[in-house]
């Protein structure tokens, strides 16, 4: 029986000892249980703070995000235009290239032609320059022919003289006549051909001599010639506008008393030329003629 009552006893005190070490995890476990709680909110807070944070900053990057799409969209805009203008560009420069080459397939086209018509047209100056020499020397010598027949023709022209010289005496009566006492009038006509080159007005002179070179006396006035500065008497005298063509002249001396039989002569003159001259026999008189 006693053993009973300690066994009891054993067993109070076990469920008594059970009892307190159930209270003192109880009382372990609340206190856990308060304090896991609470560290659950600072974990939740933590946890909110955290998700608050990260849902700023997945709003941020989403704004980012967004910008950096809509930057890429621009950039590749910008890209395609860029695209364009180098597409342009190469384009712009493919034909550049071409035309250049192009030209300068034309420049060579044109240096080529360009020498060769230089090269021809050296060949035509030397050419040319052969035969401008060659025109030279012959000019040369056609002056120097030109020089020799203009001093062919002033020789030709100072001996040619005029022709056609005829001189009559005249009575008073006007009939031809040969005896010198009857002389009244003298005329000498001739022709001045167009060879002899007269031109514009010039006095012609005739001046009259006889066999010895007297001249007939009275003269009108005497001259000197330019041509000889040779003084000589002039007994008649015209003036003639000379054109270059062939010209009749007469001339009259009236002043004859002074005509004695014998051979004379009537010279021809201008101022700067001789024309030429013509002679006349004049005979005496005799009761039968």
């Given at each position: 029986m006693e053993v009973t009552k300690a066994k009891l006893k054993i067993l109070t005190g076990v469920i008594a000892a059970l009892l307190l070490v159930s209270i003192a995890g109880n009382i372990y476990y609340w206190d856990k249980s308060r304090d896991?709680?609470?560290?659950?909110?600072?974990?939740?807070q933590k946890a909110n703070a955290l998700l608050q944070g990260q849902s700023r900053d997945l709003n941020e990057l989403r704004k980012q995000v967004e910008k950096s799409s809509e930057e890429k969209n621009a950039l590749t805009l910008k890209a395609k235009e860029l695209n364009g203008l180098l597409t342009q560009v190469n384009n712009d420069l493919w034909e550049l290239r071409t035309r250049k080459a192009t030209d300068a397939k034309n420049l060579e086209l044109m240096r080529s032609s360009s020498e060769s018509r230089l090269s021809d047209l050296n060949s035509r100056a030397d050419l040319l320059t052969d035969k401008n020499t060659s025109?030279?020397?012959?000019?040369?010598?056609?002056?120097?022919?030109?020089?020799?027949?203009?001093?062919?023709?002033?020789?030709?022209?100072?001996?040619?003289?005029?022709?056609?010289?005829?001189?009559?005496?005249?009575?008073?009566?006007?009939?031809?006549?040969?005896?010198?006492?009857?002389?009244?009038?003298?005329?000498?006509?001739?022709?001045?051909?167009?060879?002899?080159?007269?031109?514009?007005?010039?006095?012609?002179?005739?001046?009259?001599?006889?066999a010895q070179g007297s001249p007939l006396k009275p003269s009108l006035r005497t001259i000197t010639l330019l041509s000889s500065e040779e003084e000589i008497p002039v007994h008649a005298v015209k003036s003639i506008d000379f054109n270059g063509q062939k010209e009749s002249v007469t001339l009259t001396v009236y002043d004859t008393d002074t005509i004695k039989p014998g051979m004379y002569k009537a010279a021809i003159y201008t101022e700067d030329k001789y024309l030429g001259s013509v002679e006349v026999q004049f005979r005496d008189s005799f009761w039968f003629f």
């Open positions: 896991l709680s609470s560290e659950k909110e600072r974990v939740e025109l030279a020397r012959q000019n040369t010598q056609l002056n120097q022919n030109v020089d020799v027949l203009r001093d062919s023709l002033q020789q030709i022209t100072s001996e040619l003289t005029a022709d056609g010289f005829r001189m009559i005496a005249l009575k008073s009566n006007n009939k031809e006549t040969a005896k010198a006492k009857k002389v009244a009038v003298l005329t000498v006509s001739f022709e001045v051909p167009a060879g002899l080159g007269l031109s514009g007005r010039k006095e012609v002179y005739l001046s009259l001599t006889d």
